[in-house]
């Protein structure tokens, strides 16, 4: 019975991980239209940020999202305008096409590229205070994750303030809903796009440094951590930082449910069954338009 | 006939790959070049067409019959596949079929961790020359395949289910129907170079034709060669594994990294790829009639 309970909170504390790294590309999907699968890819770039970081400055990982999350929104930006920008100009359904295709090669280069920097050994950060959990009855807190778990809510509720309460989230939203609209009201919706896009880069080296932090960091994390934000954005839905966290908390629970139940080996084929399930079940898409 | 006359086996090997390379391509050509339909599974069927053939290979099976079997089971697995994930569309179809690939692929993992080698027996009576032959004939069946397809009625129905599913189906043409064609058409193909993969490859771990990135491979070299052309594929295969190959000793991996960038590059400047760029440079107009490539993906139209 503790060995599941201790599941279920890792479980969890992984979930908001998920969380976090769906909401940046549910921000992109939901606001561009598009599909980019290079976001496990910049997940991984902004693990490798903490570890270097933390390797080369001894920059405490928490410390260092201060340094990732803006130079990973630039680079958000760079990706737009010299990538994205291209592809948003299309129709809705080519537009999607082109989007995940463009990804796909993005994604390889940057995984090609973090090998060749890299090396593709795993990484991970070895902070003081990593080892040590306080203990709660019979199961434990990890600390380390702990604090990654309130540092991805404390995310997730700025993107949701960002997005409710400040003039370039509405623009941001308006531009999301109708995009012609919104332009005719006089939004750039040029730029709503391009910060939109930093923002859910940002987003994803957050979470970057925050699985650097929990586990390990490797190039070949990146189509794993595609597939994970994917899952969730499909669980969740598109429109909702919080739903969004909350789908990404479902899938950490089922997936620990499932190791506890079926061994640890099959932990990765409840998510992926569990999408494709989700996916076909709506036909329509992803929570087909009204 | 190289085998006659090459006697140095890095050369077979290389050739080996190359037709392989050329068989993966074509299949997946089919499906995602033809039918318009981006599959992400499609290792999936390599690696069963290879699983199948190799256990009935090392059961006792002759060869030819154990890759048909590999090609008879990949294409059910096609069909389920399909039965399966053809109510998505575009996008969601490509990452539904990712997600059901690696599922299948952690399955096999998981089950079959051992290393497949090939008894003693049968090293010591290898003959490299006969496996480039079977390569050579593979890779020439898929692009005579495709080749026949391209011109067929099922081809056209394809192509205009490719285009605008829609409209096909208010012209009558079976959506549905045509893109299961389409994979099932494409599925046995790759499943028969599963087999051959099972047939060359000494040894090999049962989980490794399942890697995605068999799949990826073959839509990077369909994509740059001219992605829904005949002879796109061969001329991608081609420049990949020579490339491969070339920057391999210094700069491994880094193939990846010039294909990706160049696929980026197709996608969206240049969707025709490498047959595109030779009939432009020819002073052909490039985009219409047979040689046509993804259809609106690139088009940049608004509607």
């Not at chain 1, 332009?183 to 750039?188: F, K, T, Y």
Request: hydrophobic share 55%; with cysteine; proline share 3%.
């Amino acid at each position: 019975m503790t060995a599941l309970a201790q599941q279920l909170l890792l479980g969890v504390l992984l979930g908001g991980l998920y969380g976090l790294a769906a909401a940046g590309l549910s921000l992109v999907f939901g606001v561009l239209r598009v599909l980019n699968v290079a976001h496990g890819e910049l997940i991984m770039l902004g693990g490798y940020g903490a570890f270097w970081l933390f390797d080369l400055f001894g920059l405490d990982p928490f410390l260092s999202l201060l340094v990732v999350m803006p130079l990973a929104g630039a680079l958000g930006g760079l990706l737009y305008a010299g990538l994205f920008a291209y592809v948003v100009r299309l129709g809705e359904e080519p537009r999607i096409r082109t989007s995940l295709l463009v990804g796909f090669g993005l994604a390889l280069c940057l995984h090609a590229l973090a090998v060749r920097l890299f090396t593709a050994d795993e990484r991970a950060i070895t902070t003081t205070y990593a080892g040590r959990g306080i203990p709660l009855g019979a199961i434990v807190l990890p600390i380390g994750r702990l604090v990654s778990l309130a540092v991805a809510v404390l995310l997730i509720l700025l993107l949701d303030a960002f997005l409710q309460r400040t003039r370039w989230g509405q623009a941001i939203r308006a531009a999301a809903e109708d995009w012609e609209a919104a332009a005719l009201q006089g939004i750039d919706v040029r730029r709503a796009y391009t910060l939109a896009f930093a923002i859910g880069t940002a987003l994803a080296g957050a979470a970057g440094v925050l699985v650097a932090t929990g586990y390990s960091v490797s190039p070949a994390i990146g189509l794993e951590w595609t597939l994970k934000a994917l899952i969730v954005v499909v669980l969740a839905g598109l429109g909702s930082a919080l739903g969004t966290f909350a789908g990404g908390v479902v899938l950490g629970c089922a997936e620990a449910l499932s190791a506890a139940l079926f061994g640890g080996a099959y932990r990765e084929v409840v998510g992926l069954l569990l999408f494709f399930c989700v996916l076909v079940a709506r036909p329509q898409g992803f929570f087909g338009r009204p | 006939m190289a085998p006659l006359v090459v006697r140095r086996e890095d050369w077979l090997n290389l050739g080996v790959v190359f037709f392989l390379a050329v068989a993966l391509a074509q299949s997946w050509n089919v499906i995602g070049g033809l039918a318009g339909q981006v599959n992400l599974g499609h290792a999936a069927f390599f690696g069963l067409g290879a699983l199948v053939a190799r256990q009935l290979w090392a059961a006792g099976t002759p060869i030819a019959a154990a890759m048909t079997a590999g090609a008879a089971v990949a294409t059910t697995a096609g069909l389920a596949l399909g039965l399966a994930a053809f109510r998505l569309r575009g996008a969601y179809f490509a990452i539904g079929t990712l997600a059901l690939a690696e599922v299948l692929r952690l399955f096999v993992a998981n089950n079959l961790s051992q290393v497949s080698t090939l008894p003693a027996a049968a090293i010591a009576g290898y003959q490299l020359g006969v496996r480039y032959y079977t390569a050579a004939g593979l890779a020439l069946g898929t692009t005579l395949a495709v080749g026949w397809l391209a011109a067929s009625r099922l081809g056209l129905a394809m192509e205009a289910v490719r285009e605008d599913e829609e409209a096909a189906e208010a012209s009558g043409v079976g959506g549905f129907q045509v893109k299961l064609a389409a994979l099932a058409c494409s599925t046995a193909l790759v499943g028969l170079a599963g087999g051959v993969f099972a047939f060359y490859q000494i040894s090999y771990y049962p989980q490794h034709p399942f890697n995605p990135t068999w799949t990826f491979d073959a839509v990077l070299i369909t994509f740059i060669g001219g992605v829904g052309t005949i002879h796109g594929p061969v001329l991608g295969a081609m420049l990949f594994v020579l490339l491969r190959d070339y920057l391999a000793v210094r700069w491994a991996d880094l193939h990846v990294l010039v294909f990706g960038a160049l696929f980026v590059a197709i996608v969206l400047l240049l969707p025709g790829g490498l047959v595109e760029v030779g009939q432009r440079l020819r002073g052909r107009p490039g985009v219409a009639g047979r040689g046509r490539v993804v259809g609106r993906a690139s088009s940049g139209s608004s509607t």
